[in-house]
């Protein structure tokens, strides 16, 4: 015997599925948006991490670099001075992609918690959506921290590079006051050379006199 389901009801079932449908449509986008969301914030602090140890090397390197240079016996100042900029002028741009990627991750971090969130939202059991919640608010808590610290490290990054570009001034102003020096060397050379051809052109002098005087 076959049921036969009136056009109400028949309606009435096609609506619930739509609307479940739709339901499960939305729930799908909403985690597929906080996956998506999630791997970004994974990529951008696993570029931060990259460039931070980068940066790390080049200052390291470029120290320890200078340091053996200046302490060499009669250190050539101008090409220190020149080898030191074009070094920190990479570190500079290190840094930059290094704080560029910080700042990412930490849009990327509000765009994490504000989908976890909404996806968190979705779950049907209040109880269960409330504790959900509850640990999303505890680990975005942890990572304010965490994130917090990682700002003042910047900070302090920040302040290490501009000590470096005054040590690069102080570089170039000694390695042009070891230059004025050298030429100073010069030009009493010369103040020397100059008086004894003075002094030969004065006895030339008193010779040519005594001559037409003779």
Excluded at 21 to 32: A, D, I, M
Excluded at 159 to 180: N, P, T, Y
Excluded at 202 to 211: D, K, N, P, V, Y
Aim: aromatic letters at 6%; glycine letters at 4%; proline letters at 1%.
């Amino acid at each position: 015997m076959r049921t036969v389901i009136g056009r109400p009801t028949f309606l009435m079932i096609m609506l619930i599925a739509a609307t479940t449908w739709t339901g499960l449509q939305c729930r799908w986008k909403v985690t597929k948006g906080a996956m998506k969301t999630g791997e970004q914030l994974k990529s951008s602090i696993e570029n931060f991490e990259d460039n931070r140890q980068k940066l790390s090397e080049k200052v390291v390197i470029s120290l320890e670099d200078a340091q053996k240079k200046l302490t060499k016996e009669d250190p050539d100042l101008p090409k220190i001075a020149k080898d030191w900029e074009v070094e920190w002028n990479r570190i500079q741009d290190r840094y930059q992609k290094m704080k560029d990627d910080f700042d990412q991750t930490g849009t990327n971090s509000q765009a994490y918690f504000a989908q976890l969130d909404a996806l968190s939202n979705n779950i049907s059991n209040e109880a269960l959506r409330k504790q959900e919640l509850a640990k999303n608010a505890e680990l975005k808590k942890k990572w304010d921290v965490t994130y917090q610290k990682a700002s003042v490290s910047i900070t302090k990054i920040t302040q290490v590079l501009e000590s470096g570009k005054d040590f690069h001034m102080v570089l170039v102003a000694s390695s042009i006051r070891q230059k004025l020096e050298q030429n100073v060397d010069e030009l009493e050379n010369i103040a020397r050379q100059a008086k004894e051809l003075l002094t030969d052109l004065e006895a030339f002098t008193q010779a040519g006199r005594a001559l037409v005087e003779g």
